[in-house]
């Protein structure tokens, strides 16, 4: 029998209950069925994609807390720390009115998204399509969602995360994301972030911080950046010029005089005078520079060396000289936290 009270979504709908909902009895958790995330529910996220932050729908796949794996959790808890919500992204079906979106529980992508449960928001729909809709297929769990209302839903959940965005996870070039309107053209796209987060007009001397969206001197957002990453605000393997991960292409060139040149496509590039940016001054203690690594020649940037090294070549052998080159010293980490 179907329970129309019940927040297991395939219970409700399909009169089945896939699991055992032993409870837990930590005190994180209470018997309130009613504002609860149970494995199944669908979820909103914010990420971060080439066209920019957009919505993402999902299946809540898997709930961790505390790196251990509950049937459900208290919405109250969503935010905490230990708060980990493995989902699943929802591929959409879209007519070409766009008053709607459709998506479709039994189309989503296999790998999971890993999101800290302080950025989704759980999305309570009502039953899904039925067999008067003209979407609708036999066996299919189709949600028809009116554009307006996601809208909503996007802006408000913004304003509620804007202070996360260094946490927002990256779309991976495999994922349908940004959704696509009938047109082709990106939608469902975090209108307020994008505008926040543009670079500015070019002849402007400042740029908007991706990160902390303080206005920052063109010359030196590259010496903010280092400070963001001394100050662990963002990963250590984001670009050092902008602060994003994997947004923009890094090279070095070897020029005609000798001399290393820094190329990159980041909209906050600079002209970085490599062998200057190496010295350490009170002033500008920042050495985050692209280095080449010697074993697989990927340049990655000096602060984000050291996870370099340990993701892709733990035990590996360095020259002695080369790990000069990428050692950061504490009187550097002292004068970046000092600014
Ligand atoms: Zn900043
Ligand atoms: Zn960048
Ligand atoms: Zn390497």
Excluded at 190 to 219: G, L, Y
């Amino acid at each position: 029998m179907s329970d129309p009270k019940s927040t297991d979504r395939l219970r409700r709908v399909r009169g089945l209950s896939k699991y055992n909902l032993q409870v837990d009895t930590s005190p994180q958790f209470d018997r309130d069925e009613s504002a609860k995330l149970f494995e199944n529910d669908l979820i909103i996220t914010l990420i971060k994609t080439k066209n920019g932050i957009c919505a993402a729908i999902l299946l809540a796949h898997q709930i961790l807390y505390d790196k251990k794996h509950v049937d459900y959790v208290n919405i109250n808890h969503l935010s905490d720390r230990q708060c980990v919500i493995n989902g699943r992204l929802l591929k959409c079906v879209t007519i070409p009115e766009q008053l709607f979106w459709y998506f479709d529980l039994n189309e989503c992508i296999r790998e999971c998204i890993s999101i800290p449960g302080a950025l989704i928001q759980c999305l309570t729909l009502p039953q899904p399509l039925d067999k008067n809709d003209d979407m609708w297929y036999p066996g299919g769990l189709i949600y028809k969602i009116e554009t307006r209302i996601l809208k909503l839903l996007i802006d408000s959940h913004w304003e509620k995360i804007s202070n996360l965005l260094a946490k927002f996870p990256v779309a991976k070039s495999t994922m349908p994301l940004p959704y696509r309107l009938a047109d082709g053209k990106p939608g469902l796209l975090c209108e307020s972030a994008n505008a926040e987060n543009s670079v500015d007009d070019p002849t402007s001397s400042k740029w908007i911080c991706f990160t902390c969206r303080k206005s920052i001197d063109k010359k030196k957002m590259w010496l903010h950046i280092g400070i963001h990453i001394v100050k662990n605000d963002v990963s250590s393997c984001v670009c050092g010029f902008c602060g994003r991960i994997s947004h923009c292409s890094i090279a070095l060139q070897r020029t005609v005089q000798k001399t290393i040149k820094v190329i990159s496509n980041c909209p906050f590039f600079f002209d970085l005078q490599y062998g200057r940016a190496r010295k350490i001054s009170k002033s500008s203690p920042c050495t985050n520079v692209p280095v080449e690594c010697p074993i697989c020649y990927l340049v990655v940037w000096k602060y984000g060396w050291k996870q370099h090294q340990d993701s892709e070549h733990e035990g590996g052998q360095f020259e002695k000289k080369f790990l000069e080159t990428v050692e950061i010293t504490e009187q550097e980490i002292k004068w970046m936290k000092s600014l």
